[in-house]
């Protein structure tokens, strides 16, 4: 008994252990990416994080370009101008760190993934491993499309839209640098989150929460929903701009469903064969 103890003990050590080594390298990993983000502050700032406000933006460029093709005028979006000012002695500097950090964030998630995943394998059966196969890339693609969905897209609008909403002409809008940052850094990681909504599905169908039916059935809740956030993300009077947000994450809902009765209709199968047996 003893020796079963003990052998006991030393493999759930060893399981920190490597616990521990995967939360280290991803550590080291965002910190390598942050400090790196951290050095190159003029491209990080100047040319990525400040870049929506500004009327050469790729977003509102492509916009105006669209609006020229479909004669719809207020496609073209013209920026509103306010000034992004620091009132916080330490407030640029700590700005500057918190971006290096989520920069750093976002660089290593590929890497950091990975680590999970090197974790969580041993403790898998060779079916489980092989349907997983790909799920790092796949995991990976999703958070960076996400990302990228909400730089190019989600972020200008949002910063258009409530960098010049005023409430009277006697009110200007000096927007504070942490405000700013913290706007498009939230948005910006919510986004990367909700694109992770296959994998959630895929999840909560493996383990019987949740069937192609239950999404079926909320299907028009849903996009009532989705419609309501694009709303809000996008205020503009034209429906066009709204749909260029709602558009997207609906088709990432419906290939959830999908996903998940391909997953629901492998759980049937294997479970008819088991019966039969």
């Not at 790729?58 to 609006?67: D, F, G, S």
């Not at 205020?235 to 088709?251: E, K, N």
Request: hydrophobic content about 55%; proline content about 4%; some cysteine.
């Amino acid at each position: 008994m003893t020796k079963k103890n003990d052998l006991y003990e030393m493999s759930f050590w060893e399981h920190l252990d490597e616990l521990r080594s995967t939360l280290i390298w991803s550590v080291v990993a965002i910190a390598v990416c942050a400090v790196v983000a951290f050095i190159f502050k003029e491209i990080l700032f100047d040319h990525i994080l400040l870049a929506p406000k500004e009327k050469s933006f790729i977003t509102y460029r492509l916009l105006c370009k669209l609006a020229d093709v479909t004669s719809m005028k207020s496609l073209c979006i013209d920026p509103s101008s306010f000034q992004i000012i620091n009132i916080n002695l330490a407030g640029q500097f700590m700005s500057h760190m918190t971006i290096s950090f989520v920069a750093g964030l976002i660089v290593a998630m590929p890497f950091v993934v990975f680590q999970f995943w090197r974790f969580i394998k041993p403790g898998l059966t060779p079916v489980e491993v092989q349907n997983a196969r790909g799920g790092v890339l796949v995991i990976s693609l999703l958070f960076l499309t996400g990302i990228l969905f909400s730089y190019f897209i989600v972020v200008p609008l949002m910063v258009n839209f409530l960098g010049g909403y005023q409430v009277s002409e006697m009110v200007t809008n000096q927007i504070a640098l942490s405000s700013y940052t913290g706007s498009v850094t939230m948005m910006t990681l919510l986004m990367g989150l909700l694109f992770e909504l296959p994998i959630v599905v895929i999840f909560l169908t493996k383990v019987g929460l949740i069937t192609p039916v239950y999404l079926k059935k909320y299907r028009k809740h849903t996009l009532i929903a989705i419609l309501i956030i694009s709303g809000i993300i996008t205020p503009s009077p034209d429906i066009f701009s709204q749909l260029i947000v709602a558009i997207p994450l609906y088709i990432l809902f419906e290939f959830s469903v999908g996903v998940s009765g391909r997953i629901y209709a492998r759980k049937q199968l294997s479970m008819a064969e088991t019966n039969n047996f």
